[in-house]
């Protein structure tokens, strides 16, 4: 098995520690910044993992990038209500930091695009749906190609046959 990426080991490292400080804070805080630190810490690492296994990660890593922004504020807030001391918020601003750094460039160096064939099957399907009148799709760069959507109605329902029996109803 390869070794996992720098930033999944990283955010890992953060939920090993701070899981059990949370346990340590006061009955009053453990249950709504405790549990919201672990539960964004734990979102945190499985969006890491997630685009660690992932073709088009784009997604995973800004939900991940968002986990660090959130994790930022309630680290922020627990220090500012003294559940925290300054020594375990400075090492949550380094961790954070750190982790935040490199989801960030990681996220800068994947496509944010989609494949194009993608967008015209997404283009298509919504003009299906939404029953646009006919217009031209966006032209790709490759093959310059255009192309109409031209929606039919469908054909109305033919009515029952007088021999045939009615639905039935339950």
Same mark, same amino acid.
């Given at each position: 098995?390869?070794?996992?990426?720098?930033?999944?080991? /990283?955010?890992?490292?953060?939920?090993?520690?701070?899981?059990?400080?949370?346990? /340590?804070?006061? /009955?009053?805080?453990?249950? !709504?910044?405790?549990?919201?630190?672990?539960?964004? !810490?734990?979102?945190?690492?499985?969006?890491?993992?997630?685009?660690?296994?992932?073709?088009?990660?784009?997604?995973?890593?800004?939900?991940?990038?968002?986990?660090?922004?959130?994790?930022?504020?309630?680290?922020?807030?627990?220090?500012?209500?003294?559940?925290?001391?300054?020594?375990?918020?400075?090492?949550?601003? %380094?961790?954070?930091?750190?982790?935040?750094?490199?989801?960030?460039?990681? =996220?800068? !160096?994947?496509? %944010?695009?989609?494949?194009?064939?993608?967008?015209?099957?997404?283009?298509?399907?919504?003009?299906?749906?939404?029953?646009?009148?006919?217009?031209? =799709?966006?032209?790709?760069?490759?093959?310059?190609?255009?192309?109409?959507?031209?929606?039919?109605? =469908?054909? &109305?329902? &033919?009515?029952?046959?007088?021999?045939? !029996?009615?639905?039935?109803?339950?």
């Amino acid at each position: 098995m390869t070794e996992p990426a720098v930033v999944v080991q /990283k955010a890992y490292d953060w939920a090993l520690w701070i899981i059990p400080k949370v346990e /340590k804070f006061p /009955k009053s805080y453990r249950f !709504s910044i405790g549990q919201s630190l672990v539960a964004a !810490s734990i979102e945190l690492l499985m969006n890491l993992v997630d685009a660690t296994y992932q073709a088009l990660n784009a997604g995973s890593l800004a939900a991940a990038v968002r986990e660090v922004n959130r994790i930022r504020y309630l680290a922020r807030l627990a220090k500012d209500l003294r559940v925290i001391n300054i020594a375990g918020h400075e090492f949550a601003a %380094q961790a954070m930091d750190q982790v935040g750094r490199m989801a960030g460039a990681w =996220l800068k !160096s994947t496509p %944010q695009t989609i494949p194009q064939r993608l967008v015209l099957f997404h283009t298509l399907a919504a003009a299906r749906e939404k029953r646009v009148p006919p217009r031209q =799709l966006p032209r790709s760069r490759a093959p310059q190609l255009s192309f109409t959507i031209h929606l039919l109605p =469908l054909p &109305p329902i &033919p009515p029952r046959c007088s021999q045939c !029996s009615p639905p039935r109803r339950l």
